[in-house]
């Protein structure tokens, strides 16, 4: 107690009397002095130390998150057919857009990296102990949703990358005993991947996950000032002896300094390697290789190690026993030791969890590289990105309506559209060949080719055409005429 | 005033120069940190995020020797954001005494209706309030406030090129309302 008194006595110097009297009013009314007291004057046992930087860190990154999530919601439209598109407006046409959409993108990977710091400082030094395992629950429950915000915003470019990643990260989930098919569905919106898929996640990460996440980082704040900063790993947990310092001004401008520096570098990255947009979703594209953001590569490898069957043991049980003894620590460890070297049940598991995910993570790398036929695949997935984002954007197109009076009206044209609807040519490029998430538009074709190039390309198509998953055409020589006349006419 | 009656209250400490210099810093870089974000959020109001494309109105070989007004459907492009909407219009191609290509707009500036060529009476009628415009676009009689609106054209490439438009009705001046 004595640390605290020391710390509330100091004096601090007079602000000129206009403002003093109008801080007095507003004080008056809020209570607002009191509170700042409360926070500034948090005591630190044994003092403030960069070690401490990192859970606000994670609070200074999460409201930058927020802000940039915010305006980018400005132009973000949640559906199949248009979010791929706004993206890449905001990518290639807003200005500034391209940098927020890379300080959010890569705002994901720091909180990943800055949660598994906090998490192993807090582990290191012992602060789970000592009634704290309530602070600790809701930590773990926090890193839940942050790991929920970077899979559910994964998805929402819809390029190809995020459809494939979350094609396969939803699959996880039908591999839950019993209620698996169920799961994949509620998270799916339905059996296949689609625009209620992208509404489900869009819900998820901008008003669920993110209203949880403020709610237990208010409890999390409030029971770690319930329990105590637990200083240096010299310091006793329950009953401090250390002298304290108070949060202000040092811890704080430790912090402040620390914030600065990461959107300082954030910012540098975000400016010279722009976050990239890969082209549309494209669902029939069957050589495309998922592979997720990188804090799931190690998650993702060990998936490769449970086939059929045992599955389900790889999938659910042994990371779900793991996550359960993860979050139970401060129960199952309940001696007060804090110095690392004394426990070394606990520090070499966690050790070797870390050493084990790495290792997973090399290995996933190794294997991508040294297959020739999967380099070869990942790098022509990469060309395809660096090639979508050297292209102007392109605003979407609505079908016109003389194209749809010219298609009624033509008898060779409406019998084309029949034909084009017997082929089943809308499943892939849409309704009035308007294009869809499976294959490009065709709106506009007769200014790119003639009826005879049509027709060839319709007969036997080219291997780009392929690759997306076209297949020739084998029709009648009037049918294809009337399919021509009808493209034509879009 | 204030501060006398209420003396009794704690003062107002705890605000050190530190405080200050502290706060003025986080200010000066929240300042930097948001300008990407106003601009951002200023896109459409400093660039044209809204925009009527040239239309087609067919080749020039349409509209040689124009005894009479000929009516024309043209496809307007429109940008509107991130999305291009595609609708139809119709415009009238007329000569000039001058014979200069010109293209009017069908709409009434009276009241909004659209405007037909009355071959039998050699004028425009609009269907509703009966004004009546000549050839070439001039007001003859009724209630429209200015003569029928021209629109934006020119030729490329041996084509009539228009920008669609419409204009205020019930106003003596042309003015573009989008």
Partial sequence: MSSTNQVSNRS??????????????????????????????????????????????????????VITGVFLALYYVPSADHAHTTVAYITKTVTAGSF????????????????????????????????????????????????????????????????FATAVGTNIAGEVPLIGGWLKSLLRGGTDMGTLTISRFFVAHVLLAPAAIFAFVALHVYLF???????????DLVTPRQPAEPFYPRQVIIDGMFALGIIFILALISHFI???????????????????????????????????????LGVVVIPGVIAFLFASLPFLDRRMERRPWKRPIA??????????????????????????????QLLAQQKETEEFMRKPFEPVAEPSPAAIIAAASNPLVKEGSQIYQAQSCQACHGEGGVGSAAGPKLTGAQERWTAEQLSAL????????????????DLKPEEMRALVAYLQSL | MLAKVTSTEPEISRRSYLGWLIGLCTAGVGAVLSVPL??????????????VKWSDAGPLSHFVSLAIPLRRSIQVEQVDGWRETVSEKVVYVTQTPDHQLQVLSAVCPHLGCSVQWSDAKQEFICPCHAASF?????????????????????????????????????????????
């Avoid at chain 1, 007969?459 to 690759?467: I, Y």
């Fill in chain 1, 458 to 473: 319709l007969r036997s198509p080219s291997t780009q055409m392929t690759a997306g998953g076209m297949t020739p055409l």
């Fill in chain 1, 347 to 376: 520090v070499g598991t966690y050790t070797f969890i870390f050493l084990a995910l790495f290792g997973l993570g090399y290995t996933s790398y190794r294997s991508d590289h040294r297959d020739p036929g999967y380099a070869a």
């Fill in chain 2, 134 to 178: 000549g050839a070439d676009g001039t007001k003859l009689s009724g209630p429209s406030p200015r003569a029928m609106d021209s629109l934006e054209s020119r030729i490329e490439n041996g084509r009539l090129l228009v920008r669609y438009r419409y204009f205020r009705q019930l106003v003596p001046t042309k003015e573009v309302i989008g």
């Fill in chain 1, 274 to 312: 722009p976050f990239e947009l890969g082209p549309k979703a494209n669902p029939a594209d069957t050589r495309y290789l998922p592979r997720p953001e990188w804090y799931y590569i190690p998650i993702f490898q060990w998936l490769k190690y449970w086939p059929g069957s045992l599955s389900f």
């Fill in chain 1, 100 to 163: 927020l959409r890379s300080i959010h993108a890569y705002g994901s990977s720091t909180m990943v990296i800055l949660l598994l710091l906090h998490v192993t400082q807090t582990f290191l030094y012992g602060s789970y102990k000592g009634r704290r395992e309530l602070l600790w629950l809701s930590g773990c429950v926090l890193f839940a949703l942050v790991l929920c915000m970077a899979f559910t915003g994964y998805l929402l470019p819809w390029d190809q990358k995020a459809y």
């Fill in chain 2, 38 to 51: 106003i601009r951002f959020a200023l896109y459409p109001l400093r660039m044209q995020t809204t925009e």
């Fill in chain 1, 225 to 235: 000032r319930k329990a105590g900063a637990a200083g240096p790993i010299s310091e």
């Fill in chain 1, 12 to 65: 601090y110097p007079e602000p000129p009397r206009r403002l003093n009297e109008m801080l007095r009013w507003f004080d008056q009314r809020t209570g607002l002095n009191a509170l700042m007291r409360e926070a500034l004057d948090e005591p630190i046992p044994g003092g403030a130390r960069f070690a401490y930087v990192f859970g606000s860190a994670l609070l200074f990154i999460f409201i930058s998150q």
